[in-house]
């Protein structure tokens, strides 16, 4: 089968962008830009894979053919995410509770994927935490606990995965991170150093892991609709101050955006591409502006805590 499908030719200003819902529902329509086989009968493990970008991912991974085991720490989400995803597309969804601070509890849910599921061919990390806030007001615990998530948290996923299955099989790491890191932002010292950390570590991984088969890469999203991240980092206020004009696209991007990219990382489609990061943000971290004082109006200067 070919590995893309026809899609109608887009109308209006610019390319068509694809239908997204702002709420952690399924798509109502889709329409595929790649080959709904893509994906066929492989198996996704995805953090942070029960609400917004997580779940997008997994819905359209699913939609391709692919079954999913989806992993955080509040199994109640999971599970309701699970049932909805599978009534949709007919594939699997495996809801597993992990903490990706504990390398055990990691363990314990891969073990379940594959005793389950017999396999795992992906690996998405989309576990994150972020908030706004000034670095001279930020807890050390806050700091530590955005870093023990973000960066520790895709360094133990990649190692248990890649332990237990990648080393022998192969397979693909797909790393989801964000443009902060690009330039000094404003009250994200606490996000910025532990995405920077985690696009390091793409290039390292994908550098040792490549002789065993695994591919390593990152999709760093900018503003992202729909997503608890967009509305913690003041991204409806932003879109409502016409802030978004400065972006090249000239709007935020979402969730099925995201996940597109991820998909094309993750298939056959970049068979050759590995320690890459596929920025996606519309051009804004190259044009937007960095006002400290309007960001300030945003957030408190209180101590942040997680």
Not at 18 to 46: M, N, R, W
Not at 127 to 133: E, I, K, P, T
Not at 163 to 180: C, P, Q, Y
């Amino acid at each position: 089968m070919s590995l893309f499908v026809s899609m109608a030719e887009p109308k209006g200003k610019g390319e068509q962008q694809p239908e997204d819902v702002g709420s952690d529902d399924c798509l109502t329509s889709y329409t595929h830009i790649y080959s709904p086989d893509l994906l066929k009968d492989q198996v996704a493990f995805i953090t942070g894979g029960g609400s917004g970008i997580g779940l997008r991912i997994a819905e359209i991974f699913m939609r391709h053919g692919c079954h999913t085991a989806i992993a955080s720490r509040n199994l109640d989400k999971l599970k309701e995410a699970a049932s909805k995803l599978s009534a949709v597309t007919g594939r699997r969804c495996l809801p597993l509770c992990i903490d990706v601070r504990q390398p055990e509890s990691i363990a314990a849910a891969v073990d379940d994927t594959l005793k389950e599921m017999g396999r795992i061919d992906i690996l998405i990390n989309n576990a994150a935490g972020n908030f706004l806030c000034p670095a001279a007001s930020l807890s050390f615990s806050a700091f530590k606990t955005v870093l023990e998530i973000d960066t520790m948290g895709t360094f133990n996923t990649s190692k248990v995965v890649y332990e237990k299955w990648f080393k022998d099989h192969g397979g693909n790491i797909v790393n989801i991170s964000a443009t902060v890191g690009y330039k000094g932002q404003a009250l994200q010292v606490h996000a910025g150093s532990a995405k920077a950390a985690n696009d390091a570590m793409t290039k390292h991984l994908a550098v040792e892991w490549g002789p065993s088969g695994v591919r390593v890469n990152t999709v760093a999203p900018g503003p992202i609709s729909g997503t608890e991240g967009y509305r913690r980092l003041g991204g409806p206020r932003s879109e409502a101050a016409g802030i978004f004009q400065s972006i090249p696209l000239q709007r935020a991007g979402n969730k099925t955006e995201m996940a597109h990219c991820t998909l094309f990382l993750a298939s056959r489609a970049s068979s050759f591409v590995t320690g890459a990061i596929l920025v996606a943000d519309g051009g804004s971290w190259l044009t937007s502006a960095n006002d400290v004082s309007m960001l300030l109006g945003i957030t408190s200067s209180k101590s942040a805590k997680l």
